[in-house]
């Protein structure tokens, strides 16, 4: 559980504990702030927290201003006494305090909050940097000259605002902040491109303190914590159990091969070269076939005792999931490369690419004319029957459709539409941000039935659109079809190589390209990202009567859906 800020809990009490600042240690004559928050209800102690946090802070800015009234009745030293080395060594120092102050709470915050969360603290921390890198004096000078005033006092220090070296001064903490900033947004998964200040890098700024501060470098970070800290900031990032799951074999194998109490700043290049050699050595799902061995074991059985062992693209699969812990590693401050830099992936043979391809209009006529579609008859058709034609007429992901509830569907200004949209007890699952979107129903999926199907499970008071869908043991909607779908191809002679559901995507996208359609509407349609620039986000996008004029475009030369009705 993540810690609270602020709160102390004793034998089942609660306290508002904060550390004097060290500057006012003297003139409060205490270290600390400890005051009972009256209760053993955790609840209720983190709503009083504010209020005695509120507190403590003027009580500081009272001290604060008894200091500088007593520095203006004594110039201990003139501006003449402070060289320019010694401020940049109180500002990197300041800063080194700063960072250690804000990690403690950054760190086990992002843990436990909600990816919404964390957007609204990176919106916030991208407008404090906008105001640090301002070079309007009005803007940044209220930011800096305070802390300055506090500095000089904490040192016991005297510069006129009026000295070169006060500004000299107010420029170095506006460079603190900046790269302070920058390291809060790097917390809390916010990739940029930028030189660190040298100022405050750490091995400038640890000569200057005379007491021992441990830092992030000095810290022995586990392969075990890394794992366990990276599925949870990935988890309260809005990453889908799903998704995680597909970083099991990895992060068991590494567990086995690195030992899970190796300090990851042991871990080289080298030795992952290693671990890639061994994990090709496993067998394909080993756990399945030889649950009475360990991976490593595995990897040692003759070829003969096995049917086969990973695939190329399974293993470079793995070895994008390990690069990106690895990335997360430094991305945390844990090490200061990736160890996977540089490792080529490996050469996969022609029958192992998998590369999905797209329906031929042959075989799209093959399929609605099989057994699958022969059996399914209005006005009660299974979601075998609706799953393969949603998706080729809208694009959509296989799991999107699987999830869908009854009152998704609906009619706007006269266009009915499906809404891809989150519920509140957390069923559904997307891929991204630009999985969230609204479809308009195709004329095609409107003349077979589609939208009586979808107003006659409102009817019935459904929740789910497709009712007989059953999870599976992974709690995914969409696992059991695409199995199914698999064998069903197989079954009607229509199985190659890259032909899976997945294929209606790929096969939407030619036909929306075919059809000449917007490319920005199409993205949107299919849920597809158009690009990360700013202008994109602005608005709020084309209307339903024009998304609906481009998806009545999309027409398959030669396909044949007569003989379904309606």
């Not at 402070?82 to 305090?97: G, P």
């Not at 889908?240 to 074999?249: G, I, R």
């Amino acid at each position: 559980m993540a810690k609270t800020p602020y709160l102390l809990r004793r034998n089942g009490k609660c306290y508002f504990r904060i550390k004097v600042p060290s500057h006012l240690k003297k003139t409060l004559n205490k270290n600390e702030i400890k005051v009972s928050l009256r209760t053993s209800d955790l609840k209720l102690a983190k709503q009083r927290i504010p209020l005695h946090l509120l507190e403590a802070q003027q009580l500081f800015s009272n001290a604060e201003k008894e200091l500088i009234k007593l520095s203006n009745q004594n110039h201990s030293n003139s501006s003449s006494d402070i060289s320019n080395i010694e401020l940049e060594r109180i500002v990197a120092l300041w800063f080194q305090e700063l960072e250690q102050q804000s990690e403690e709470y950054d760190y086990s915050a992002r843990v436990s909050m909600s990816a919404d969360e964390r957007y609204e603290v990176l919106d916030s921390l991208r407008e404090d940097l906008a105001g640090y890198e301002s070079e309007s004096e009005n803007v940044i000078g209220p930011a800096v000259q305070p802390r300055a005033e506090k500095l000089l006092i904490k040192h016991n220090l005297c510069l006129e605002k009026s000295d070169k070296q006060f500004h000299y001064l107010c420029t170095l903490i506006q460079r603190a902040l900046i790269q302070h900033t920058y390291n809060r947004l790097s917390i809390y998964g916010d990739m940029y491109k930028r030189q660190s200040d040298r100022l405050f890098q750490i091995s400038h700024a640890t000569p200057i303190s005379k007491v021992t501060v441990t830092t992030k470098d000095e810290m022995t970070i586990t392969w075990k914590v890394v794992l366990k800290q990276f599925t949870e900031v990935k988890k309260s990032d809005g990453v889908t159990d799903k998704t995680l799951a597909s970083y099991k074999l990895i992060k068991d194998f590494t567990s086995e091969f690195f030992g899970s109490d190796r300090d990851i700043k042991s871990i080289n290049t080298a030795l992952c070269r290693d671990l890639i050699k061994q994990l090709s050595q496993l067998p394909s799902n080993a756990r399945k076939h030889h649950p009475n061995l360990s991976l490593i074991q595995a990897t040692k059985l003759p070829l003969e005792a096995i049917s086969k062992r990973l695939s190329a693209t399974s293993i470079n699969n793995q070895m994008q999931y390990l690069s990106t812990i690895f990335a997360f590693a430094v991305n945390e401050g844990w090490i200061d490369r990736n160890p996977m830099s540089g490792i080529k992936r490996i050469k996969a043979n022609h029958s192992e690419t998998t590369s999905r391809e797209p329906f031929t209009v042959e075989e799209l006529n093959k399929l609605f004319r099989s057994s699958i579609y022969r059996s399914e008859r209005a006005p009660y058709r299974s979601h075998k029957f609706w799953l393969p034609l949603l998706s080729l007429y809208s694009g959509m992901r296989l799991n999107e459709i699987c999830q869908l509830f009854a009152h998704d569907i609906e009619i706007i200004e006269g266009i009915p539409v499906m809404h891809l949209r989150v519920d509140a007890d957390g069923i559904k699952s997307f891929k991204n941000k630009s999985s969230l979107r609204t479809v308009p129903i195709h004329p095609e999926l409107q003349r077979l039935g589609f939208v009586d199907f979808a107003l006659e499970a409102q009817h019935r008071l459904q929740k789910l659109l497709f009712s007989d869908i059953k999870p599976s043991a992974a709690g995914s909607y969409s696992d059991n079809f695409s199995k199914w779908f698999g064998r069903a191809l197989r079954s009607e002679g229509l199985k190659r190589n890259g032909l899976v559901f997945h294929s209606f995507r790929h096969t939407f996208r030619d036909a929306a390209r075919n059809s000449n359609l917007n490319r920005e509407i199409t993205s949107k349609i299919g849920g597809w990202s158009v690009s990360d620039d700013v202008m994109d986000r602005y608005g709020k996008g084309h209307s339903i009567q024009r998304l609906y004029e481009e998806i009545s475009k999309i027409k398959y030369q030669g396909l044949d859906l007569s003989h379904l009705g309606s």
